[in-house]
């Protein structure tokens, strides 16, 4: 994370969940774009989109994180694709969210180290974070997306 | 002056004159007395040492330098090969080779050398005779390497040493000495010296270079190549997308346009794949001294022969193909070929063959590798395959698919089935895997007691190719041209089952078939009645792909995609079509 | 108007490197060449201000280049470039009609000064 102790967080929304992934990491916010399906990989993967030429592999949100599927996601969805750098930017990942909450600076000690939460993985989190009373996870975005990936 | 901008240069030009110098190396071992390769590896090394002394590598300068020195004794006195010398040179090479490859990451620190100095310094001594060679200009020895009491503390500053010796019998030796020293400060040379026995003028090192510089040459970086590579990808797929247009809109003008387009995206495509053609050689020039090196420590007399040379093909597919290529020439080399004795038992001649080669075949190169030695035991390759359910447990042959697919079994140990040496399987299925990846395909022959013969065979060009745009319920493949022998219609042709697999009879052949449907997961809506057959072919392989239907052909730009676990092994790459939307494209190697 | 300069070295490397050194101090680069024939050949062609020569290059040396390209033109200006270990050539070059060397490794400085004398 960034200098001085402070941290830079997108906050977004998957289903019931407020999200956070380290503002370092997202290369960019897209709308959601079409897919094409890969044969054989594993649920959470929607498929792969262009993005200006280059090819990469969408994961759907709300299947990785466990979450009910988002009412309007039949054919043309709405929602948001956030690309994130996996694995110290070697590679590009797109991610969908419901949408993108907020973009927030905070110091590192208003952040809790990770703790068990109802409804989510305890590995993927990586510390929660209050935000206008409500709780949001700051997820272990490599521990969430590089199982998937790795071939 | 920032000398990190010609770090890239320095080595890949140093390659480029180490792997000469194994070729003369060779060819000096093959014709002892002949005189021409001594002579090239003397240029070749005094380059490599311009170049170091010039980036201000020491240690790789004074090895270099010995070495060069040894060269210009074996040269001026026209001395023949030994076998011991051209084993010191060869250790020489791959010494500097390392020194070389070490100093441009800047661990120049690490290299051991001192062995090999003292190897070469040894062998300088005795080649030069009395008290040294004679050089045109007078009776110094300038080769004469530096310091060799201290070698190690050459480094970091880059400088020039010149020791000059005078003979012991030399009149006047402190006046010339002097000499000496006066002439070397008159050229701007500084530094301690020593009279007496003889005089050592060490100048100031010629320090870190200084200013910008602007860097102007020739070559370009593969980088770059890929980058216009990937532009003119997104202009292929611009064109498509007006091309569409143009269709929709019937206007003549967007259409003489959009033909104009057309024709010079194809020019511009056509010339940066041309650019980005490399000769096989470079990667063949490397094995010569492997399969020397590997023959020797064998035992065995192994001739190897390299033909097609000048085929081309991408620079990013030759850059991958020097692992696999490596790996069957070890296998061919040691399991493939007998020891004299054995060869002489049965007929052969005592020293055996390995050939390479590379053919263009209509859109494809093959490469083979070929040997003349004891060929796979297929009674004892049956028998595991059996075992290990590759085939039915009644069967009585092993066709040469059956074989391969049997030798690319990962971790495949064949050290009770094909030799009593070892086994062949041993990275055939990283060869497979990694020629799969490339788009190409393996095919094997192998006689028993006449050899073995592997044959590769790629896409001259991994960037564009012509495809089939295939649909299969409203999903999108591309297959590329370049497998593709045919295509027929579902009931059209009869069909058969051979071994539990549907299949149909082509030109009095029976061809597998693979539903595509199936193969994908594809259960929207229900095939048409009469689907089209995509009929691939790869050597003698053929394998029917059944398809909903054909949307045309068009050249598809290949893309590489992270493919994430479970992806089935099918795909090559993907591609973006004229909508924008991305499609994969199917490997046809995978198919077969 | 700025100087003229052939190149002439088998390294690219090295050609690279005086090409930018030169460069940088304002001469024009007119021509580059790897072996000791073609240089003969570009001077022949280009007629360059000043000519930068490797000793050690395949088919024709350096030497033999020098004493070509004076045979034509006996006002050629010549700067030898040679690897340490090679004053003995160096000698050879001078009678040969080269007018001055520099000893790599190069410093910039120590090439422009060089080139400097040459062209007087």
Redesign the interface.
Known sequence: MSDAGVVRLLLFRVGTLVCAADAERVREILPRL?T???????PP?A????VR?????VVEGWRALRQPEPPASNGTHHGTTVLLEVGGGR?V?GFTVDEVVDLLALSAEALDRRQALPGIDPTLVRAVGRRAGQLFVVLDTDALLT????? | MDLSQYAELFLAESREHLTACNQLLLEWEKHPSGLAPVGGLFRAVHTVKGMAATMGYARVTDLAHRMESLLDLLRRGAHPATDELLQLLFRARDALEHAVELSVVGRERELEVAEIVADLDHAASRMAPGGGPHSPGGRATPSTPPRPDSPVELEPAPGRLVQVTLRPEAPLKGGRALLVVKKAQGLGAGGDEALGSGARVEPGAAGVLEGGGRSRHIRVALRRLDGLM?LI??LV?ARGRLNQLAAERRDPAIDDLAIQVSRLSSDLQAEIIQARMTPVWQVFDRFPRLVRDLARELGKQVAFRVEGKEIELDRAILDELGDPLMHLLRNAVDHGIEPASERRRRGKQPEGEVVLSAARERASVAITVTDDGRGIDRAKTLERAKRDGVVDPHADTLTHDQLLRVLARPGFSTAETVTSVSGRGVGIDVVMTRLRALGGTIDIRSEPGKGTSFALRLPVTLAIVRAIIASVGS?RYALPLTYVAETVEFGTVKTTVVEGREAIVLHDRVVPLVHLRR???VTQDAPPPRSPIIVLEMGERRTGVVVDGMLGQQEIVV??????????PV?SG?T?MAD?????ILDAGGLL | MSHTVLVCDDAIFMRTMITDILAQAGFEIVGEAETGSQAVEKYRELKPDLVTMDIVMPDMGGIDAVREIVKQDPDAKILMCSAMGQQALVVEAIQAGAKDFVVKPFQPSRVLEAVQRVLG
């Not at chain 1, 094409?36 to 594993?42: C, H, M």
């Not at chain 1, 498929?47 to 262009?50: C, E, H, I, K």
């Open positions: 079409e094409t399906r890969i044969p054989g990989a594993p993967v498929g792969l989109v262009n030429g280059t090819l990469i592999t590679k990942l199982p998937i990936l790795s071939s | 990937d990808g997104e797929t999903e193969l994908l997961g893309k590489g995609f992270d493919a994430p676990a479970g992806t089935l795909f993907a973006i924008g939307v991305p499609a994969l």
